[in-house]
């Protein structure tokens, strides 16, 4: 992993993604399956998600679904 100062809920959620299925290569979630595993409110992860998309450490894509994927973008 990139040497980052990450918060608790920032390491929370890169390995909740970590956890999740495999699309286009690279472990993957949808945002209801994060909240349903975080241990905070609807807006802090937005919050993390945001920071985290800015620290370069995850990237947002799409399923075919139309619903948001969040990907690993880094090594835990």
Same mark, same amino acid.
Request: glycine share 8%; aromatic share 10%; with cysteine.
């Given at each position: ?15 909740? %993604? ?5 699309? !286009? ?5 949808? *945002?209801? $399956?994060?909240?349903? =595993? ?10 993390? %998600? ?5 620290? !370069? ?5 799409? *399923?075919? $679904?139309?619903?948001? =994927? ?7």
């Amino acid at each position: 992993m990139k040497n980052l100062n990450l918060t608790q809920l920032e390491t929370e959620v890169l390995t909740i %993604i970590s956890y999740g299925d495999e699309y !286009e290569e690279t472990p993957t979630e949808c *945002f209801k $399956n994060i909240l349903d =595993s975080f241990n905070g409110t609807k807006n802090q992860l937005k919050g993390v %998600i945001g920071s985290l998309e800015k620290k !370069e450490l995850i990237w947002i894509g799409e *399923f075919p $679904n139309g619903q948001s =994927s969040y990907h690993l973008d880094t090594e835990i």
